[in-house]
């Protein structure tokens, strides 16, 4: 019944750019801080990004900003990872999780996590 979908992944070219989102069944998003995470080819998992739930804070890791953008839509339950200016190094499995405290670095603070989906940059 609680259940993380992810969405909007796939193949882009060096420059483009890729809205991906979350969506959220049987709980409601606001309730939570939710991070985006990923994990590229024979790479650690890595937190990518993260919105409080007070939706005023968010953070970033240092090799995406000013390129990617979180936001919420608590009328959709739904959260958006903007990615812009994609590098090879972005192709990476991106995961969103829910975390019933604080954001974070570290998976283990997240309680609920989606299925992933694939981002490919590539020319």
């Known amino acids: 019944q ?30 939570y801080a939710i991070g985006w995470f990923r994990q590229g080819p024979g790479k650690e998992r890595e937190g990518v990004s993260c919105i409080a739930r ?32 994609l590098e090879p190094e972005d192709t990476a499995v ?5 975390s019933f405290v604080v954001c974070g670095a570290l998976p283990p603070l997240y309680d609920f996590w989606g299925q992933g989906t694939q981002v490919t940059v590539s020319s």
């Open 2 to 31: 609680l259940q993380l979908v992810e969405s909007g992944g796939g193949l882009v070219q060096p420059g483009g750019s890729l809205r991906l989102s979350c969506t959220a069944s049987g709980f409601s998003l606001d309730d």
């Open 54 to 85: 007070s939706g005023h804070t968010s953070t970033y890791v240092d090799s995406v900003k000013g390129r990617f953008t979180i936001s919420r839509d608590n009328a959709k339950n739904t959260i958006y990872l903007q990615m812009n200016s």
């Open 94 to 98: 991106y995961y969103c999780a829910a």
